[in-house]
């Protein structure tokens, strides 16, 4: 699947997935992902940051909230225009382009660091990704992303629940069957049912590499990998969210920093 075919895909999502993850459904990101993403992220504060595959904005205002002079990159018009929409009723500073992570339009050395929230497995020629980051990161700049967990979340897994409905284990298989593109159909499950069955349902193409396949990209680029996370729900946030408490069985996602040599 190319790259233009990637962008339908998400410009049909853009609207309802607005509007759906700001309602609070979006419960992986909300109560565990991107709280983790933001503890494991290096101090950003006075630096220049490039957030690819930026969607509606709410992750790059996060960033943005620590300090950071942000641009938010996104293949999506309609993400463009609700991230915008924000920006402009409680400005943080924040300019929006439209574009893919294949041709970054800009010049080398541009920014301090790059971010990417659970956007690079979903991107059409990630070794190109890669490469286009490096170019306009600046020397000794980091880039930090998230990605579904590729051990644990590959093309096919199920959870496994006792009696009770509670995660025990996690049932896993086709590790090793990258894809290019599988078309995956799904919605917010907390979205009430009588709601879902009026939603057309998202369609995310999905490029599943091996973690020995993204070691190879993310080095073959010139990147060295600085830290690993491997966010888990507490028993705390799992106790009051207990979406996310099948991240306590085995993670869901797992977050690279890795840093372009100085």
Not at 209 to 235: Q, Y
Request: some cysteine; hydrophobic content about 45%; glycine content about 6%.
């Amino acid at each position: 699947m190319d790259a233009k075919t990637v962008a339908a895909h998400w410009e049909a999502n853009a609207e309802n997935w607005t509007h759906y993850s700001r309602a609070g459904h979006d419960k992986y990101r909300d109560a565990l992902n991107t709280p983790s993403f933001l503890g494991f992220l290096p101090d950003v504060a006075g630096l220049k940051g490039l957030d690819v595959g930026c969607g509606e904005g709410t992750n790059t205002r996060s960033v943005a909230a620590l300090g950071a002079k942000m641009i938010g990159l996104d293949i999506a018009p309609t993400f463009l225009r609700h991230a915008q929409e924000t920006e402009t009723a409680d400005p943080r500073g924040i300019d929006y382009v439209l574009g893919d992570g294949l041709t970054l339009p800009f010049g080398d050395a541009s920014f301090d660091f790059a971010t990417a929230f659970m956007s690079m497995m979903d991107m059409a020629d990630q070794p190109s990704v890669l490469h286009e980051v490096f170019r306009v990161v600046k020397p000794g700049g980091f880039f930090q992303f998230s990605i579904l967990h590729p051990c644990f979340v590959p093309p096919r897994r199920r959870n496994v629940r006792n009696d009770l409905g509670e995660p025990i284990a996690v049932e896993i298989a086709d590790y090793f069957r990258e894809t290019n593109g599988d078309v995956e159909t799904w919605i917010f499950s907390s979205i009430p049912a009588e709601v879902r069955a009026t939603l057309r349902p998202f369609t995310v193409p999905r490029f599943h590499r091996t973690l020995s396949s993204w070691v190879a990209m993310i080095t073959s680029a010139g990147f060295t990998i600085v830290a690993l996370n491997e966010p888990m729900a507490d028993e705390a946030t799992a106790a009051a969210v207990p979406t996310v408490a099948d991240t306590r069985v085995a993670p869901i996602f797992l977050h690279f920093q890795v840093r372009k040599p100085a």
